[in-house]
């Protein structure tokens, strides 16, 4: 095996595959594109004029942290000399991009390195109330060496809280008055319950600006703390994002990728692709498809435009592995409906090189494996998989990152962010909400009996039917 490294080039997007003379009648005409130049210029006129407003906080945080990013680097540095262990407490938009960067940057074992191979505590993310999941977590750690980062932008999820209080009442127990120093609390700088206890049990805290939601939030001290605490260069991260948000100023969208890519998604879901699928074909990348997929999901599924005119629109997100999910989806994506995109995420120089060794020379169809290496093995099913859905007439596009890298890294959330944004303009929905999440917290709520929601409870309480149960 031999290291590899390669410098901190530019992302690059293939939408050759979404063009009619490539994949046949679904795909689109150069012309049709072409027609689509207007609307995407006003699109991007319409998310650049809001840039740093209201909830696009997020756009500029590659450029507008450099005192956070200070205090985030002592704080990790401290907490690297002190700590064997960092737990984040947190879900959706506070938890996801954490799990990505960490998957993405760090070593695929990190937790089960020997300590002296290992230069950064563990990291674990509590993204659940499974009550197995935190039980078993605690059976691994040592809360004497544990620093836990409560993540919650508006203080008062149900889930982050109660991790919270379970957490906060063990490192009580077992550590008395010292247990404050156990905790770093992330979250509004005058919202929530989280910012009160913070200030009043002295925890140190990090804020979420509040045009920063939670899927847009992972270049905020969300994403950047952890980072930092597992010895990744966030600046490195920070500064890919900045070079995608260049790369992305033109309103013309032949010049612009994020652009490009929305439109795309948008005329795909105007033709009832109602599925988009992120399949990376790197061990590293596969929690970045979950990232996508809220941010997806999350921002595009919306019942209402912005007159309030229902509407319905989204794609779902379906996330893949390649190459272990062509022994498993590819079949359906080959064969069955036409009814998705399929975005592949490529690399192309991996940070390891394997090459499968000389053996099996009686076996010819074994042994014409030899020789090559198992990146050369990856990338050629991935060219294999692309011809096969091509020319069964599939779309799909294929985003390649030179190699997985901080900076890369921060260029590919950038760009998908920069997407989501442009493609929640193109649809005419508000990207920034989620009043479909809001009303199940708000049942959860009153079913457990919160003030201020009793007439949700009773309401929920009529309405529980249960005449078809086997
Ligand atoms: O994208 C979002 O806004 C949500 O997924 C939130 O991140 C999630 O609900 C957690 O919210 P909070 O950070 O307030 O605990």
Redesign the pocket.
């Known amino acids: 095996m031999t290291n590899t490294d390669n410098s901190n080039g530019r992302i690059t997007v293939d939408y050759t595959n979404m063009i009619r003379s490539s994949v046949g009648k679904r795909g689109y005409t150069v012309k049709q594109l072409v027609g689509m130049e207007q609307v995407a210029e006003q699109a991007y006129m319409q998310v650049q004029a809001n840039r740093g407003k209201g909830m696009q906080g997020w756009m500029d945080l590659h450029s507008n942290q450099s005192k956070v990013v200070e205090d985030i680097l002592a704080c990790a540095k401290s907490v690297r000399s002190k700590f064997d262990t960092f737990v984040l407490l947190?879900?959706?938009?506070?938890?996801?991009g954490p799990i990505a960067v960490f998957n993405a940057l760090c070593h695929l074992y990190h937790n089960e390195l020997p300590d002296n191979k290992r230069n950064a505590p563990r990291f674990y993310c509590v993204d659940n109330v499974d009550p197995v999941r935190l039980s078993q977590l605690l059976d691994i750690i040592d809360v004497k060496t544990t620093m836990f980062n409560i993540?919650?932008?508006?203080?008062?999820?149900s889930?982050?809280?109660s991790q919270y209080l379970i957490i906060e009442c063990m490192l009580k127990q077992q550590l008395g008055d010292e247990y404050r120093h156990h905790i770093i609390a992330t979250?509004?700088r005058d919202k929530?319950n989280l910012i009160k206890l913070a200030k009043k049990n002295k925890y140190k805290t990090f804020f979420?600006d509040e045009g920063v939601?939670?899927?847009?939030?992972e270049l905020s001290p969300?994403g950047l703390l952890p980072a930092a605490v597992l010895g990744i260069d966030i600046r490195q991260l920070l500064q890919g994002a900045k070079c995608m948000d260049m790369e992305c100023s033109s309103p013309k969208m032949f010049d612009n990728p994020a652009l490009l890519l929305a439109v795309l998604q948008k005329m795909a879901m105007d033709n009832g692709n109602n599925i988009t699928v992120c399949m990376p074909y790197a061990d590293n990348l596969k929690y970045i498809a979950d990232w996508f997929a809220?941010?997806w999901a999350?921002?595009l599924g919306k019942a209402v435009d912005r007159q309030g005119n229902t509407v319905n629109v989204g794609q779902t997100p379906v996330k893949a592995l390649g190459v272990t999910d062509q022994h498993s989806q590819v079949q359906l994506y080959a064969e069955g409906p036409f009814d998705k995109v399929i975005m592949f995420l490529a690399v192309e120089q991996f940070s390891k090189s394997v090459t499968i060794p000389q053996g099996c020379e009686e076996y010819e169809n074994v042994n014409f494996l030899c020789g090559h290496t198992l990146e050369e093995l990856m990338n050629t099913e991935l060219y294999a998989t692309k011809y096969a859905l091509t020319k069964s007439g599939k779309l799909n596009y294929t985003i390649t990152l030179p190699s997985i890298t901080p900076h890369s890294i921060g260029q590919l959330l950038q760009l998908f962010m920069m997407q989501t944004a442009y493609c929640g303009e193109l649809l005419n929905i508000d990207t920034?909400n989620?009043p479909g999440?809001e009303g199940g917290?708000n049942a959860t709520y009153a079913l457990l009996g919160r003030k201020g929601y009793e007439q949700l409870r009773e309401e929920i309480g009529s309405s529980d039917k249960q005449d078809y149960i086997l």
Do not use: P
């Not at 939601?213 to 939030?217: A, M």
């Open positions: 947190g879900i959706g938009g506070s938890a996801l993540v919650t932008k508006s203080g008062s999820t889930e982050t809280m979250t509004s929530g979420i939601g939670g899927r847009f939030c969300v809220q941010l999350e921002s920034y989620q999440v917290k």
